[in-house]
């Protein structure tokens, strides 16, 4: 069995300040992470999606945890096609337009390179401190099963090398029928990681619970199954324990996966005040 570390996505989160599972003493920003890093052998930064580290940023976390700790960097928003303030990008960058929200095609070529460029290069204090895990790319729920959206997925492991990439689809399209033994077959013939995700069913944005492996590694995102997943109140989307019973159930799946990986990432994304923390702690319990 290969090696899993559970943690969770957030260690800063306002309702998790306020909830007491940090100890008083741990009051700042480096205190912080460095007690979570005491608890849980890795995190999922997804501060990134929303705007690019800087290097000093990743210097300090790299600085600030134990040998042996990792993180995962979820990708910036620009490179998964998603909606990106224009505030975000690197000011040199930034195009000369009255939209808030831009996409890869409102950037010509050099930009768009750039932001490539820059946004791995601000990891190299975590490649050198051997702290990086992981790039989570999670696609957007258009990105769908096409000839063009999956060489873009070989395109990310190129761009990204030797950084390892792990894929997240957010398109039930990649896993209807027999659509998704061809996913599976994809990222298994280009060693690249399936992300295998635990969410709410029932929605326009639900993907199955698909729990497989496709590379040396497997990462599985466990989100919650809140009965408010529409919600644009983000505490009420991810506001959700899991219970003992549904924990055995993933524990199950978790070392299956483990059994054809060299490590497995296990990341708790039901972040509201402790619950991703406490639920982190009971998963590693029960797969003690």
Same mark, same amino acid.
């Given at each position: 069995m290969?090696?899993?570390?559970?943690?969770?996505?957030?260690?800063?989160?306002?309702t998790l300040?306020?909830?007491?599972w940090?100890?008083?003493?741990?009051?700042?920003?480096?205190s912080?992470?460095?007690?979570?890093?005491?608890?849980?052998?890795?995190?999922?930064?997804?501060?990134?999606?929303?705007?690019?580290?800087?290097?000093?940023?990743?210097?300090?976390?790299?600085?600030?945890? $134990?040998?042996?700790f990792?993180?995962?960097?979820?990708?910036?928003?620009? %490179?998964? *096609? &998603?909606?990106? @303030?224009?505030?975000?990008?690197?000011?040199?960058?930034?195009?000369?337009?009255?939209?808030?929200?831009?996409?890869p095609?409102?950037?010509?070529?050099?930009?768009?390179?750039?932001?490539?460029?820059?946004?791995?290069?601000?990891?190299?204090?975590?490649?050198?401190?051997?702290?990086?895990?992981?790039?989570?790319?999670?696609?957007?729920?258009?990105f769908?099963?096409?000839?063009?959206?999956?060489?873009?997925?070989l395109?990310?492991?190129?761009?990204?090398?030797?950084?390892?990439?792990?894929i997240?689809l957010?398109?039930?399209?990649?896993?209807?029928?027999?659509?998704q033994?061809?996913?599976?077959?994809?990222?298994?013939?280009?060693?690249?990681?399936?992300?295998?995700?635990d969410?709410?069913?029932?929605?326009?944005?639900?993907?199955? $619970?698909?729990?497989?492996?496709?590379?040396?590694?497997?990462?599985?995102? %466990?989100? *919650? &199954?809140s009965? @408010?997943?529409?919600?644009?109140?983000?505490?009420?989307k991810?506001?959700y324990?899991?219970?003992?019973?549904?924990?055995?159930?993933?524990?199950?799946?978790?070392?299956?996966?483990?059994?054809?990986?060299?490590?497995?990432h296990?990341?708790?994304?039901?972040?509201?005040?402790?619950?991703?923390?406490?639920?982190?702690?009971?998963?590693?319990?029960?797969?003690?």
């Amino acid at each position: 069995m290969g090696k899993i570390r559970v943690g969770t996505a957030s260690w800063t989160d306002k309702t998790l300040l306020a909830s007491g599972w940090y100890p008083k003493e741990a009051n700042d920003a480096e205190s912080r992470l460095a007690y979570y890093a005491e608890q849980f052998p890795i995190v999922e930064v997804d501060s990134t999606y929303y705007a690019p580290p800087a290097e000093q940023t990743t210097t300090l976390w790299a600085q600030r945890t $134990p040998p042996g700790f990792l993180f995962n960097i979820k990708a910036f928003s620009m %490179l998964t *096609g &998603h909606p990106t @303030k224009v505030s975000a990008l690197y000011k040199d960058l930034r195009p000369e337009t009255d939209k808030q929200n831009i996409y890869p095609k409102d950037l010509d070529d050099q930009a768009y390179e750039e932001v490539w460029t820059r946004f791995l290069s601000a990891l190299d204090p975590l490649v050198k401190a051997k702290k990086l895990g992981v790039l989570l790319f999670q696609f957007p729920p258009w990105f769908g099963i096409r000839r063009d959206n999956k060489q873009y997925l070989l395109e990310v492991k190129q761009r990204c090398a030797p950084l390892r990439v792990a894929i997240e689809l957010r398109s039930s399209l990649w896993f209807e029928g027999s659509n998704q033994d061809e996913t599976l077959e994809l990222l298994r013939d280009n060693k690249l990681p399936f992300v295998c995700v635990d969410m709410p069913q029932g929605y326009k944005n639900s993907v199955p $619970p698909v729990f497989e492996a496709t590379s040396d590694i497997s990462v599985v995102r %466990l989100h *919650g &199954h809140s009965d @408010k997943w529409t919600s644009r109140d983000i505490h009420e989307k991810f506001g959700y324990r899991y219970s003992t019973a549904e924990l055995k159930k993933a524990a199950g799946k978790i070392r299956k996966l483990a059994d054809q990986t060299r490590q497995t990432h296990v990341l708790m994304n039901n972040c509201y005040s402790d619950y991703a923390q406490r639920n982190a702690e009971e998963l590693i319990e029960l797969l003690d």
